[in-house]
């Protein structure tokens, strides 16, 4: 069975430009997870998808962070404009329902120069 | 702030020693979960306790859960080299409305010795 798949594995773009991340979570899975990770911390929840819906985003940073769940199945983050502060690995994760355990991505390394 | 703790931040052992890490959280939870983390990979998922659990094993495993002091522990036993990674406890703590929101801690560095 595939895991989570994210792409790109790796971004590198200088600040104020525009950027994208992609996950296809594991088949079935109706709950989907964006965290961020940052250097020698544990990952923090951005946004966490029920299907479709959108719930739990209080920690996304709603002037430039952007998310959205089509058809319940793949998802994208969107950071518009990115700043220095954003560089991080950006995490994916879906589970079969919230009270099941949660399956990672490799996650998306970005670097904002 | 971040729900859950772990202690120590960083072991160092030889191999074949056992590993103990513990967590701690503030507020009641619906479960906890243990992952690791090799360096540059993602997650790894070990163990899920549940809030009406108290302990659980898988393999070298044994994870154990005190609600009443808001922690557990995670038991890792004959350790080998290749258990060397960060370990993170998250807890999806009940909050006002009725949801919850997996809370990671920054993790325990385990560096096992050959």
């Known amino acids: 069975e595939a895991g989570v798949v994210q792409s790109p594995r790796y971004k590198i773009i200088e600040k104020k430009q525009p950027v994208a991340f992609w996950c296809n979570p594991i088949s079935g899975h109706n709950t989907l997870y964006w965290y961020r990770q940052n250097l020698g911390q544990g990952p923090e929840l951005l946004i966490r998808y029920e299907n479709e819906e959108a719930v739990d985003d209080s920690q996304l940073p709603k002037d430039r962070f952007s998310a959205e769940r089509l058809k319940g199945v793949d998802s994208t983050l969107k950071i518009q404009p990115a700043e220095l502060g954003d560089s991080a690995v950006y995490l994916c994760?879906?589970?079969?329902?919230?009270?099941?355990?949660?399956?990672f991505g490799p996650g998306t390394r970005l670097t904002v120069l | 702030s971040q729900q859950g703790e772990e202690d120590p931040q960083a072991l160092s052992i030889q191999e074949g020693e056992n590993a103990t890490m513990n967590c701690s959280y503030k507020?009641?939870?619906?479960?906890l979960q243990w992952y690791r983390q090799n360096s540059g990979r993602g997650l790894v998922h070990l163990i899920l306790i549940r809030s009406n659990e108290r302990e659980k094993h898988s393999g070298r495993l044994r994870v154990t859960l005190d609600t009443s002091k808001k922690s557990s522990s995670l038991l890792i036993t004959a350790s080998r080299a290749a258990d060397t990674a960060s370990y993170f406890c998250?807890?999806?703590?009940?909050?006002?409305?009725?949801?919850?929101?997996?809370?990671f801690g920054a993790g325990t560095r385990l560096f096992v010795k050959a």
């Open positions: 998250a807890t999806d703590p009940l909050i006002n409305t009725g949801g919850f929101k997996t809370i």
């Open positions: 507020t009641s939870i619906n479960n």
């Open positions: 994760a879906s589970s079969l329902d919230r009270y099941n355990e949660q399956f």
